[in-house]
């Protein structure tokens, strides 16, 4: 669970659900079963060309013992450090590089002691800008409902309660689900 929770795209993916859900202002809608399988399922189709190499290059010629266990963690941890590289911001590599007082190494020979932590640190930056940028316009509907129920004398009537209907509705004109998953995609 570990290497599926912090070594893949699913990371950032439910994050940003969680994001989305508080930013509807939603605290049981959609259940967090249902985000963690929709996350579950999209690393799972984002991460099958990974895995798929893994297969191929490690999995498969262990069984035909071909290769030792070794070779086989090796060749399986390559895909998956490739995948990771690319979604990591070099400052947060020189940074894990400083902390652990290594010398610069080349991409390829980094150690995973300082490539997962970068990655995870870079796949949280960048989860934070998406959810920073998905509560925007939720928190626009939030100013307005609340500046309309002062400007009628409705102080006491919490705006909450009339932005919620609102933020839905905006969410299912834009066609939310739709949106929010392609950017997800596409944002590896």
Same mark, same amino acid.
């Given at each position: 669970?570990g290497?599926?929770?912090?070594? %893949? +795209? ?9 994001? $989305?859900?508080?930013? #509807?202002?939603? @605290? &049981?809608? /959609? ?26 290059d ?9 290769? %030792? +266990? ?9 895909? $998956?450090?490739?995948? #990771?590289?690319? @979604? &990591?911001? /070099? ?69 909450v ?27 590896f």
């Open positions: 669970p290497i599926i929770m912090l070594m %893949t +795209s699913f990371l950032r993916i439910i994050i940003v659900l969680g994001f $989305l859900r508080s930013a #509807m202002g939603l @605290q &049981t809608s /959609p259940p967090n079963q249902i985000l963690v399988g929709l996350a579950a399922f999209l690393t799972f189709f984002l991460m099958m060309p990974v895995g798929n190499r893994i297969y191929s490690a999995i498969v010629p262990l069984q035909n013992k071909q290769i %030792t +266990s070794t070779e086989a963690m090796e060749r399986a941890a390559k895909p $998956l450090s490739e995948f #990771m590289l690319k @979604q &990591t911001r /070099p400052s947060d590599i020189e940074f894990f590089l400083g902390l652990s007082q290594s010398s610069q190494v080349s991409a390829d020979d980094l150690p995973m002691s300082v490539l997962i932590p970068s990655f995870v640190m870079s796949e949280l930056r960048t989860a934070f800008q998406m959810g920073f940028l998905l509560f925007l316009p939720f928190l626009v509907v939030d100013f307005v409902v609340a500046t309309v129920l002062m400007s009628m004398g409705m102080m006491m009537m919490p705006p309660i009339v932005s919620l209907p609102f933020k839905i509705l905006l969410f299912v004109l834009v066609d939310g689900w739709y949106l929010l998953i392609q950017s997800l995609v596409t944002s």
